[in-house]
Every structure is written in C-alpha cells, then in structure tokens.
C-alpha cells in the first residue's frame, strides 16, 4: 500500500511540475490535396507543395530543363495539408499544452478538430497557440489549408490607388526570391517548411534568453542575463546557470529575471584568421523544488563590435572593430541554398560556411530577399569566426506602411532578433537591400508615374518601417554593445559620387554598366559590400538539369538556367575583350570561370590595397539556390568554381598585389594581421620557358594591419623584354603570387607539357616544362582538388591535395582552350 500512494505521489508531483517536453508532430501521417480535391496524397512535413507533388511523380523535376515554366500554376492554387495523432490520458493531464509551428508559409488557416486555431501570414514568424481547449484523449484532427500568397499579393495592391515596384510580393512577408531574381527561378511555394510540435508543460517556461557584457577585460567578463519566464501561477523557482543558482519569486504571467554570471580570465571570440572563435557553453534552468521545469543551452562567444563612421577629409569612413581592433572584413553575400528551403540541411549551411572560411573569409552578408537562416547557419559562423552581416528581409523595391502590415513585420523583427541576438557572429542588423538606393537612382517615380501625393505617401511608409519601427524595437531587445543599425545597404547608389566616399557600396558599373574590369581599381569605397561577375557553372552540374541535346545557347533548357535578361551576351562580351572566345562548349565553360575569376581577382585587390580608405569587400555572391549560371563562386552543389579558388588567394591574410600606375608598377604587400612581419621580399621576371631576365630584392619589415607599395618599378626598365610572354614572380617569406602584364588572349602561350606524379592515394605532385596558365584539374569522381585554376611555373613543383582517391585526373590549361 505504502509503495502505491508514494508511486502516486511522484505522478502527481510530475504533473505539477514536470519538466517542459515536445511532441513532434512533423513526423506524423500527412497528407496533402488541392482544394476542392477529394484525392489525397502522401506528404512530407517540413516540406512544400512543389517538392510534395514532384515525390508523388505529380509533376516533373522543377529544377530540370525548362520545367519551371509548366509548373506556374501551382501558385494560383490553395492547398490542404492535414494529419490524425493520438494524445494519451496522461499528455492531456499535463496544465498548458501549445501548438507550436516554427514556420508556415506564408497565408494559413489552421483548424484543430475543426476549430479554427489560428490565422497566419508571414513565413518569418513562429506560432505559438495554447491549445489544450481543442484537443481531447484520443484521435485528433490537425488541417492547416495553405491560400495562394500570389492572389493574397495581388489583393493587397488593389487596396491602393498606386502601384508599388515588383506588384505582389512586396505584399506578401514572404521569401522575395521565390517570385524570380535574375540568378533564381520562380517558384513560389507553400507549405509547413519548419517543424510542428505539441508543447507540454505544467507550471513554468523558458521564452527567452539574452545577455549583455556588462564588463569585459583581460581579468574577468561579467555578463548579466535576462531569462523570460512564463508561469502558470504565483510561485518561487530557483534559476540555474551553470554551476550558479539563485532563487526568485514570480508572479502569474510573463517575468524577466536578471541574474549575473562572472567568468575569469575570459578568453575573447576572434573572427577567422585573427584568432580562436572561442565559445562558452552555458546551460540554463528552471527548477521548483529540485523539479527540474525547463532549460536552454547556448554558447557566448566574449567579444565587442563597433562600427566606426568618422568625417574625414574626403568623406566618412565605414569600418568595424572587433575587441578594440579595426578588421578588413573578407567575405561574400549569401542567398538561400535552396529554391525549396525544407531540403536545406543542418549539413549544408555547415558546409557553406566551412567553404567561407577555407576561402579565409570572415564575414557574410545574408542578403535581404532570402530569409532568416536556420540556427545551424549562425552556429557554423560563432564557431568557425564567420561574422555575420544580418539583413532584415526586404529587398529592391518599396514597401506598404499600413498599420497591420507593420505590426506584422514588428513581430517578425522580435521573433528574429530574439532567435539570433545571443550569437557572437551577428556584427550589424541592415533594414534592407537596395530599396532606398532604388528609390532614389532608378526611376520608379517616372515609370509607375506616381503623383507627388503617392511619393509623399511611399517615402513616408518607407521611414515608418526602416527609419522608426525597425530601429526602435531593436532599441527595446537588444543591449547596447549588441545594437548596431544600418537601415539600408547600399547608402547611396553606385551612380553617385558621394557612395565611394561614405557608407558601404554597391558598384555594379562592371557587368550591369558593362565598364572594364580595370574600373574597379578607380571605383573604391569605404566598404563595398557588393559587386559581381558572372561564372558559368562546370559541364558536371549543367548535365544534371540538361538533357545532353540541350547543351547549347540556343536550347530553352539552357536559356532556362540563365535568369539575366542579357547574361550570356554579357559573358560573351567581356570574354571578347581579355580572352580568345573558345568555340567548343565545354572549353567555354571553362574560360567564363576564368573570366569571373580574373574580374573578382581585380576587384578584391584593389579594395585591399586601399586599406584603411576601404575596409571591407563582400562579393556578390557566395552560393545558389539552384543550378544556374550566375554570379557565385560555389555553385548549387557547393562546387568550387576557379572564383572560389581565386577569392582564397585574394583574401589570405598576407597579400601581394600589383597595381598597374602610369608609368610604373607598384608592388603591395597587404598585412591584415596584427602582427609585424620581417623578411625578404623578392621580385624575379620570368619567361614563359623558365629564364629569368631580371629581379630584385630587399629585406623588409611590415607594420601590421597595413596597406603599402614596397618596390616601384619604373616601366622603362621593363622595356627591353617581351612582356605578353614575361611573367613576375614576387615572393615575400611563404607568400607568393604571379603577375601577368598583358590581357590573357595576349599572352605568348607554348603548349605545356604537364607531367602529374602520385606521391599517395590523396596526394599529387604536378609540374610542367613551360608556363601552364591557369591549370584546371578535373575527374569523373566528383573529386575535391585543394588548389586548382592556378598557374604553373616552369619547373615548379605544387603539391595537390585530393578530398579522396581518384584514377583518372584529366588537366587542361589556357592553352588548350586558346587552340
């Protein structure tokens, strides 16, 4: 008997105060119809509707050929995703019981055992419903009925008397480039694309942690933590941090507690090539007599950021400090890896980030017409040292302003900012992409020929969201150190003078103003967070989504997987202008990889070189969202296009670069360490088969964190040699690079002999009789080559690594395409 009521007891103590504890429901039986459709079909939760109708074989590939085009009706459509689960006597004994969606996209009723539960419209926001008042033991009945965000969109505008840029999706609190870009296909899907759950708990629940630094030095870091608890009813609960334990009192409702943390001889988060990203781990709780309730983890990286934005004689500098130390920040803009965001997994956005930092970048720029990333992103940044440029989800149009629109929006900023604020990667929230430099550089007034009644009206929503909303409920969530606000990128356009002289810019006068890659080394500013060229992806990927038949510029397959209205005459024009054009297809390829490497290649150096003026380059763009020709360095499948290899180069943290001034050469050494650096800096010119014709030398000793020209080479003494078939080799300690001083289609290439040797199953030795201008190592095997599109000199040596044993290594080189 004694056994019994204590067995009892324990069941009631649990049941009052048991800890917080989920049910996923994602991985129950669902299904899927159109409306008004009696047919139901398998599906797949987290998922959409397109990548549910293409499993059920009730469309093609959307990524394949020109699919895409044939499958614009499923956009227009409602569609209907239900499941039954089963809840226990002892899951419904439990107090409170929430039904939590981490995501719905976009417009959605919810309806549980046939009550409507809940109304949702923004992808971005998680949902949170109590819902133990519709449920019951047993079978219960989840329907969520998904409304076609097009026709919403559409709705939407025809509530006002203009209309906005870019029509419905400005409407919709939606992923931007699911309607189209000019590097992403038109799919705009819908579905559960984040897990669902049941949330059981009894008294008391952890909403939400932050902290801020409080002190921070070399002796100790003290932090002060504010945890969000929800309870029940009045009660006193202990708060555990670590090893730390404090009890406090709380009444019904919501409460935020504030308890201080103290570490000693604190060891600071550094970004990569800098220092260790180093990590605290800290696990919190709450506990009512010894009953453990709820808890979190997280990891706290130590460190502050500053931006820094000075007058200075020529304008304003746009810079960051990280621990009281200004850093040139290296890096690119990313993009959604997918066009179908469920597929996208924990492993690739770990892999994203792993390929940043082996291109020795420290910072990315998650651009505004994607969406927030998944945790595991902001993860694989704190700890690999990848700072993190965070745009809020706007970009390349204006935006309403009615209430209801910005208090959506309102919510979507606290579900974010809460979510991300504790990471050590965040460096700076950015209301939006291009929208203010649109607004004012291109034309919307004229085209959509508004009234000065309409621009008054747009402008002022514009400032209502990006000037007032936005920053002030950052104010109201973040710490001071944490809160820094840039409520465009860029500034101003990259038309105007005034955007290389202040703020961060956007120079697209390469590719879009078809302006000379040499303009790049004119066209700096303080921090040019974008600019780009396009790269035609490797025959392997295109061979994925095109049939072997359509491998040609004239197929609608492959015009399909080229989004720019004129980027393959673009390509085509600039490779006109430095490259002999290749008229075989694959070769093409290959030189338009060269092509993008060597404009990219002129770009970064030249903001390199002109540190402290320019403090940052992030390139357009890192990844894609499917396999196309675009601008990025990684394609679709995370291979490496010879950009990748070249922006590895280009960003390493001792870098030599030449710039070509009139009547001279002048050559840089670029140190962004914070370390001086001693040794001889050499400087040999070579032909092409292997005589050197002249060189040069000095010992120097370079200041850290500096930008300086070490040798000057006046033209003239170059005079007397052949230079289309000359090339410098400048060597500085380990550090080396080549410098070419003709266009590649006017080098005086021989063909090369290039002889590969096998040191072990993962290692080659190559090397060639002659010049080997830009050596491209492939294989059947999806072989990863740790370097490749690099030049080889006569006689030289390179040890290769290989990510695994291969048979077959094929090579070609400038040469063979230039036949």
Same mark, same amino acid.
């Given at each position: 008997?004694?056994?019994?009521?204590?067995?009892?007891?324990?069941?009631?103590?649990?049941?009052?105060?048991?800890?917080?504890?989920?049910?996923?429901?994602?991985?129950?039986?669902?299904?899927?119809?159109?409306?008004?459709?009696?047919?139901?079909?398998?599906?797949?939760?987290?998922?959409?509707?397109?990548?549910?109708?293409?499993?059920?074989?009730?469309?093609?590939?959307?990524?394949?050929?020109?699919?895409?085009?044939?499958?614009?009706?499923?956009?227009?459509?409602?569609?209907?995703?239900?499941?039954?689960?089963?809840?226990?006597?002892?899951?419904?004994?439990?107090?409170?019981?929430?039904?939590?969606?981490?995501?719905?996209?976009?417009?959605?009723?919810?309806?549980?055992?046939?009550?409507?539960?809940?109304?949702?419209?923004?992808?971005?926001?998680?949902?949170?419903?109590?819902?133990?008042?519709?449920?019951?033991?047993?079978?219960?009945?989840?329907?969520?009925?998904?409304?076609?965000?097009?026709?919403?969109?559409?709705?939407?505008?025809?509530?006002?008397?203009?209309?906005?840029? !870019?029509?419905?999706?400005?409407?919709?609190?939606?992923?931007?480039?699911?309607?189209?870009?000019?590097?992403?296909?038109?799919?705009?899907?819908?579905?559960?694309?984040?897990?669902?759950? +049941?949330?059981?708990?009894?008294?008391?629940?952890?909403?939400?942690?932050?902290?801020?630094?409080?002190?921070?030095?070399?002796?100790?870091?003290?932090?002060?933590?504010?945890?969000?608890?929800?309870?029940?009813?009045?009660?006193?609960?202990?708060?555990?941090?670590?090893?730390?334990?404090? =009890?406090?009192? +709380?009444?019904?409702?919501?409460?935020?507690?504030?308890?201080?943390?103290?570490?000693?001889?604190?060891?600071?988060?550094?970004?990569?090539?800098?220092?260790?990203?180093?990590?605290?781990?800290?696990?919190?709780?709450?506990?009512?007599?010894?009953?453990?309730?709820?808890?979190?983890?997280?990891?706290?990286?130590?460190?502050?950021?500053?931006?820094?934005?000075?007058?200075?004689?020529?304008?304003?500098? @746009?810079?960051?400090?990280?621990?009281?130390?200004?850093?040139?920040?290296?890096?690119?803009?990313?993009?959604?890896?997918?066009? @179908?965001?469920?597929?996208?997994?924990?492993?690739?956005?770990?892999?994203?980030?792993?390929?940043?930092?082996?291109?020795?970048?420290?910072?990315?720029?998650?651009?505004?017409?994607?969406?927030?990333?998944?945790?595991?992103?902001?993860?694989?940044?704190?700890?690999?040292?990848?700072?993190?440029?965070?745009?809020?989800? @706007?970009?390349?149009?204006?935006?309403?302003?009615?209430?209801?629109?910005?208090?959506?929006?309102?919510?979507?900023?606290?579900?974010?900012?809460?979510?991300?604020?504790?990471?050590?990667?965040?460096?700076?929230?950015?209301?939006?992409? !291009?929208?203010?430099?649109?607004?004012?550089?291109?034309?919307?007034?004229?085209?959509?020929?508004?009234?000065?009644?309409?621009?008054?009206?747009?402008?002022?929503?514009?400032?209502?969201?990006?000037?007032?909303?936005?920053?002030?409920?950052?104010?109201?969530?973040?710490?001071?150190?944490?809160?820094?606000?840039?409520?465009?990128?860029?500034?101003?356009?990259?038309?105007?003078?005034?955007?290389?002289?202040?703020?961060?810019?956007?120079?697209?006068?390469?590719?879009?103003?078809?302006?000379?890659?040499?303009?790049?080394?004119?066209?700096?500013?303080?921090?040019?967070?974008?600019?780009?060229?396009?790269?035609?992806?490797?025959?392997?990927?295109?061979?994925?989504?095109?049939?072997?038949?359509?491998?040609?510029?004239?197929?609608?397959?492959?015009?399909?997987?080229?989004?720019?209205?004129?980027?393959?005459?673009?390509?085509?024009?600039?490779?006109?202008?430095?490259?002999?054009?290749?008229?075989?297809?694959?070769?093409?390829?290959?030189?338009?990889? +060269?092509?993008?490497?060597?404009?990219?290649?002129?770009?970064?150096?030249?903001?390199?070189?002109?540190?402290?003026?320019?403090?940052? =380059?992030?390139?357009?763009?890192?990844?894609?969202?499917?396999?196309?020709?675009?601008?990025?360095?990684?394609?679709?499948?995370?291979?490496?296009?010879?950009?990748?290899?070249?922006?590895?180069?280009?960003?390493?943290?001792? +870098?030599?670069?030449?710039?070509?001034?009139?009547?001279?050469?002048?050559?840089?050494?670029?140190?962004?360490?914070?370390?001086?650096?001693?040794?001889?800096?050499?400087?040999?010119?070579?032909?092409?088969?292997?005589?050197?014709?002249?060189?040069?030398?000095? !010992?120097?000793?370079?200041? !850290?964190?500096?930008?300086?020209?070490?040798?000057?080479?006046?033209?003239?003494?170059?005079?007397?040699?052949?230079?289309?078939?000359?090339?410098?080799?400048?060597?500085?300690?380990?550090?080396?690079?080549?410098?070419?001083?003709?266009?590649?289609?006017?080098?005086?290439?021989?063909?090369?002999?290039?002889?590969?040797?096998?040191?072990?199953?993962?290692?080659?030795?190559?090397?060639?009789?002659?010049?080997?201008?830009?050596?491209?190592?492939?294989?059947?095997?999806?072989?990863?080559?740790?370097?490749?599109? @690099?030049?080889?000199?006569?006689?030289?040596?390179?040890?290769?690594?290989?990510?695994?044993?291969?048979?077959?290594?094929?090579?070609?080189?400038?040469?063979?395409?230039?036949?």
């Amino acid at each position: 008997m004694f056994k019994k009521i204590t067995l009892f007891l324990i069941f009631i103590c649990y049941s009052i105060f048991g800890q917080t504890s989920y049910r996923n429901l994602s991985t129950e039986n669902w299904t899927f119809n159109k409306q008004n459709e009696t047919k139901k079909h398998k599906a797949t939760i987290p998922g959409t509707i397109h990548t549910d109708l293409f499993q059920n074989q009730l469309i093609l590939e959307p990524f394949f050929g020109a699919n895409e085009k044939q499958l614009q009706w499923i956009e227009n459509e409602n569609w209907e995703y239900e499941t039954h689960f089963t809840l226990s006597e002892s899951e419904f004994k439990t107090q409170n019981i929430d039904l939590e969606f981490e995501g719905l996209d976009t417009y959605a009723t919810v309806f549980l055992n046939g009550n409507v539960v809940l109304e949702a419209d923004n992808m971005f926001r998680k949902w949170t419903i109590s819902v133990k008042s519709h449920l019951k033991i047993g079978i219960n009945h989840l329907k969520v009925v998904f409304h076609s965000a097009v026709q919403k969109g559409k709705e939407e505008a025809k509530r006002l008397s203009y209309t906005l840029p !870019e029509k419905e999706r400005v409407f919709v609190r939606k992923a931007q480039y699911q309607f189209g870009w000019d590097w992403g296909p038109r799919f705009v899907t819908a579905g559960i694309w984040k897990p669902v759950q +049941l949330k059981f708990w009894n008294s008391a629940k952890i909403e939400h942690i932050k902290y801020s630094q409080i002190e921070l030095n070399n002796k100790k870091a003290i932090l002060e933590f504010t945890t969000e608890i929800y309870v029940s009813k009045v009660k006193t609960i202990q708060l555990k941090i670590n090893e730390k334990s404090q =009890t406090f009192n +709380l009444k019904k409702g919501k409460n935020k507690i504030k308890m201080q943390y103290e570490i000693a001889n604190p060891k600071l988060w550094w970004c990569n090539g800098l220092g260790d990203a180093n990590l605290y781990p800290f696990n919190v709780e709450i506990n009512q007599k010894k009953q453990l309730l709820d808890s979190k983890k997280l990891h706290i990286g130590l460190r502050t950021i500053e931006l820094i934005q000075e007058k200075d004689q020529v304008g304003s500098s @746009f810079y960051f400090k990280l621990n009281g130390k200004s850093v040139f920040m290296k890096g690119a803009n990313v993009v959604p890896p997918d066009s @179908f965001l469920p597929r996208v997994s924990d492993a690739t956005y770990f892999s994203l980030v792993e390929n940043a930092k082996k291109a020795n970048m420290n910072m990315l720029r998650v651009w505004g017409g994607g969406v927030y990333f998944d945790d595991a992103f902001y993860e694989a940044c704190d700890a690999n040292g990848i700072l993190v440029w965070q745009d809020f989800m @706007f970009a390349c149009s204006m935006y309403p302003g009615d209430e209801k629109f910005v208090q959506n929006v309102k919510q979507e900023v606290i579900d974010n900012v809460n979510r991300l604020q504790n990471h050590p990667s965040i460096a700076i929230w950015c209301g939006n992409n !291009e929208n203010d430099e649109g607004w004012h550089n291109w034309g919307w007034q004229k085209q959509f020929n508004y009234s000065k009644a309409d621009s008054t009206q747009i402008w002022n929503d514009y400032k209502k969201v990006f000037h007032e909303m936005i920053p002030q409920t950052l104010d109201s969530l973040l710490p001071k150190e944490k809160n820094i606000y840039w409520s465009s990128s860029p500034s101003i356009g990259w038309g105007r003078k005034e955007s290389l002289l202040q703020g961060d810019s956007h120079y697209w006068g390469v590719w879009w103003g078809k302006e000379p890659f040499e303009i790049y080394e004119k066209k700096v500013g303080r921090f040019m967070s974008e600019y780009g060229f396009q790269g035609m992806p490797n025959l392997g990927t295109l061979k994925k989504v095109i049939p072997k038949q359509d491998l040609n510029f004239t197929s609608e397959a492959f015009k399909n997987h080229q989004k720019h209205p004129t980027g393959y005459e673009t390509i085509n024009e600039y490779m006109e202008r430095d490259y002999v054009v290749p008229k075989d297809f694959e070769d093409y390829l290959y030189v338009s990889q +060269l092509l993008q490497a060597r404009g990219m290649q002129i770009a970064i150096e030249a903001h390199r070189r002109a540190k402290p003026y320019c403090m940052g =380059t992030l390139y357009w763009q890192l990844n894609d969202c499917w396999p196309v020709t675009s601008w990025s360095s990684l394609d679709y499948f995370g291979n490496w296009k010879a950009f990748h290899y070249q922006a590895k180069r280009s960003f390493e943290n001792v +870098l030599l670069s030449v710039a070509d001034e009139n009547n001279k050469y002048e050559v840089y050494l670029v140190n962004d360490t914070f370390e001086k650096q001693f040794g001889k800096l050499e400087l040999e010119l070579f032909s092409f088969d292997g005589k050197s014709l002249w060189k040069t030398s000095k !010992e120097i000793k370079v200041e !850290e964190n500096s930008s300086a020209v070490w040798f000057e080479i006046p033209k003239v003494i170059l005079e007397k040699f052949d230079l289309q078939q000359s090339v410098f080799k400048i060597q500085f300690n380990e550090v080396k690079t080549n410098y070419f001083f003709a266009k590649p289609k006017e080098l005086k290439l021989s063909e090369p002999n290039i002889q590969i040797k096998t040191i072990d199953d993962v290692t080659i030795e190559i090397s060639s009789d002659v010049l080997a201008k830009d050596v491209f190592l492939y294989s059947d095997n999806n072989v990863f080559f740790e370097d490749n599109y @690099f030049d080889l000199l006569p006689n030289e040596k390179r040890i290769i690594k290989l990510s695994k044993l291969v048979q077959n290594i094929k090579v070609k080189s400038l040469f063979d395409a230039m036949k």
